[in-house]
C-alpha cells in the first residue's frame, strides 16, 4: 500500500486549504482514512478520520472547520481546511488503516502565518 498526499503550502489566517491523499496497492474493501498532524515539539494528533462507510470522526479543535471526505472509486481521502489558525501549522500525513494495519503516506506541510 502506498499513500500519496498532496496540497499543503502557505496561507493566511483565516484561508483555506485542501488536502488530498490517494492510496494504491492492495486496498481493502473495510478500511479508515484519516489525517493525522504533527506540529514542532508536538506529538502527532489525530485530525479527522472517516471509514468507507463515510463515518467521520474530528477533533475538538477543527470541528466546524475542517470537512474530511473520501471517494471509494479513487480511494481519495481529502481534507477541507477552511477557517486556518496559526495553530494549525504543522505537517498533515494521512493515514489508511486496514486488516489490523496502519500505512502512512508522507507528510505534507501546511503553514498558516500572516
Known amino acids: 500500500v502506498q499513500l500519496q498526499a498532496s496540497g499543503g503550502g502557505s496561507v493566511q489566517p483565516g484561508g483555506s486549504l485542501r488536502l488530498a491523499c490517494a492510496a494504491s496497492?492492495?486496498?481493502?474493501?473495510?478500511?479508515?482514512m484519516g489525517w493525522y498532524r504533527q506540529a514542532p515539539g508536538k506529538q502527532r494528533e489525530l485530525v479527522a478520520r472517516i471509514t468507507s462507510s463515510g463515518i467521520t470522526n474530528y477533533a475538538d479543535s477543527v470541528k466546524g472547520r475542517f470537512t474530511i471526505s473520501r471517494d471509494n472509486a479513487k480511494n481519495t481521502v481529502y481534507l477541507q481546511m477552511n477557517g486556518l489558525k496559526p495553530e494549525d501549522t504543522a505537517v498533515y500525513y494521512c493515514?489508511?488503516?486496514?486488516?489490523?494495519?496502519?500505512?502512512w503516506g508522507q507528510g505534507t506541510l501546511v503553514t498558516v502565518s500572516s
Open positions: 493515514s489508511l488503516f486496514q486488516l489490523s494495519v496502519d500505512h
Open positions: 496497492g492492495s486496498i481493502a474493501r473495510l478500511n479508515v
